[in-house]
C-alpha cells in the first residue's frame, strides 16, 4: 500500500513539471553580394524560448531552399543600451555546430529602439574569419520559410 501512494505521489510529482509552454519565433535575414552576378543569401532563424523561464532553450538557422537544419548554441547576450534605457538594444552570440563542431558564429544585433533598420546579423566563418553581414527582411518574408 505505501509503495502506491509513494508511486503516485512520483507520477504526479513528474507530472506537474514536465510541461513547459515553450513559444516559437521565426526571423528572416538577407545578405546581398556587391556584385550583381552573384544571387542573395538568404536564412529563417528560428528560435524556441520558455515562456516560464523567460529563457531561450534552443535555435537553429535554415537557409533558403534548403533541407538542412544548422543548430545554434546560445554564448551570451550583451545590452547595448546607452543614453535613453528600455530601447530593447542588444547583441545575443549563437555558434553555429556542423559536424560536432563549431563552424561559425552568428552575432545578432538591434539598435535604434527595435526597428526593421536597426536588426542585423554578422556572421564569421571559423575557418577564414570572414565576416558576412546579413540584414533583417521581416518575421513575414515569403522567401523565408522553414522546409521540413
Known amino acids: 500500500m505505501n509503495i502506491r501512494i509513494y508511486l503516485l505521489a512520483i507520477v ?5 513539471i514536465a510541461r513547459a509552454d515553450v513559444q516559437s519565433e521565426t526571423a528572416c535575414y ?18 524556441y524560448v520558455d515562456k516560464d523561464l523567460k529563457k531561450e532553450i ?3 538557422v535554415q537557409y533558403h531552399a534548403s533541407k538542412e537544419i544548422i543548430p545554434l548554441v546560445f554564448t551570451k547576450y550583451v545590452s547595448t543600451e546607452t543614453d535613453s534605457p528600455n530601447l530593447g538594444n ?6 553555429e ?9 552568428y552575432v545578432f544585433i538591434q539598435s535604434g529602439a527595435g526597428i526593421a533598420q536597426g536588426k542585423y546579423v554578422v556572421y564569421t566563418k571559423s575557418k577564414t574569419g570572414k565576416h558576412i553581414t546579413f540584414m533583417y ?12
Open 97 to 105: 555546430i556542423v559536424d560536432k563542431k563549431i563552424a561559425g558564429e
Open 137 to 148: 527582411t521581416g518575421d513575414n518574408d515569403a522567401d523565408c520559410k522553414i522546409v521540413n
Open 58 to 60: 534552443g535555435a537553429f
Open 12 to 16: 504526479t510529482f513528474s507530472c506537474g
Open 90 to 95: 542588444y547583441e545575443i552570440s549563437r555558434v
Open 30 to 47: 538577407v545578405y546581398v553580394p556587391r556584385d550583381s552576378s552573384s544571387k542573395p543569401i538568404k536564412f529563417a532563424l528560428r528560435t
